[in-house]
């Protein structure tokens, strides 16, 4: 089976990547292997503009068994707590649309630029129909920017337009997106670095973010 373990950043995920090294065969720089299992590691560079043309281009070639998102994200959801890992089972576009005069947000299928159940859409929502394979994480909805929400009428008018987001990411909405088009089984784990309020980045706890979602990945790459 080949899976497919992507992330923005090899920081992100570099816990996991020692631990392929050390039981794994390293075939090539991001290949490893260990019997019947391949796994390919991709960074796909930060945003959705550069992780749409990453899986873009390797699925346009391949079609792996599995396909692995995984990242930190900033919770929305205050019942969160920093270091949680989740699962992300939805995601919406929260910046791809236009600003009204009033300050609110209409996305593209407020404009009839796409139809709300325009595959893969449903509901102007992306659905992951294979979340039950990772049952075991906290399921929550995301949403996915260009610019993360760093002030409070900002965050105050991210709650009016997204009232059921509970992280936030620059990538998932991509990975779903080209995921769902190729028919590719898939799951985006996320672990809470940050929360989305006015900007202070001596409240982020990177590392241990990182720490438990290596955790998880490695634990997910044990059971395939």
């Not at 792996?64 to 270091?83: C, E, M, T, Y």
Request: proline share 5%.
């Amino acid at each position: 089976m080949q899976v497919l373990l992507s992330a923005a950043t090899p920081f992100e995920i570099a816990p996991a990547i020692q631990w392929l090294e050390e039981h794994f065969k390293k075939e090539e720089q991001t290949i490893f292997t260990k019997g019947e299992l391949k796994v390919q590691v991709m960074i796909t560079g930060v945003g959705m503009m550069s992780t749409a043309w990453a899986l873009g281009r390797f699925l346009a070639a391949q079609k792996p068994g599995f396909a692995i998102n995984a990242g930190i994200a900033g919770a929305i959801d205050r019942n969160l707590q920093l270091g949680d890992v989740v699962q992300v089972v939805s995601e919406q576009m929260a910046d791809l649309g236009v600003e009204e005069s009033d300050g609110s947000f209409s996305d593209l299928f407020a404009l009839a630029l796409i139809q709300p159940n325009e595959f893969p859409f449903q509901q102007g929502t992306l659905e992951n129909p294979y979340a039950t394979q990772t049952s075991f994480l906290p399921n929550v909805s995301g949403i996915t920017v260009n610019k993360v929400h760093g002030s409070k009428p900002s965050i105050d008018q991210l709650a009016l337009d997204f009232p059921k987001a509970q992280v936030e990411s620059m990538e998932g909405a991509s990975f779903f997106y080209a995921c769902l088009q190729a028919q590719v089984p898939f799951v985006q784990i996320r672990s809470i670095s940050n929360y989305v309020e006015p900007r202070n980045r001596n409240a982020w706890r990177i590392p241990e973010a990182i720490e438990n979602l290596n955790q998880v990945l490695i634990q997910m790459l044990r059971e395939f």
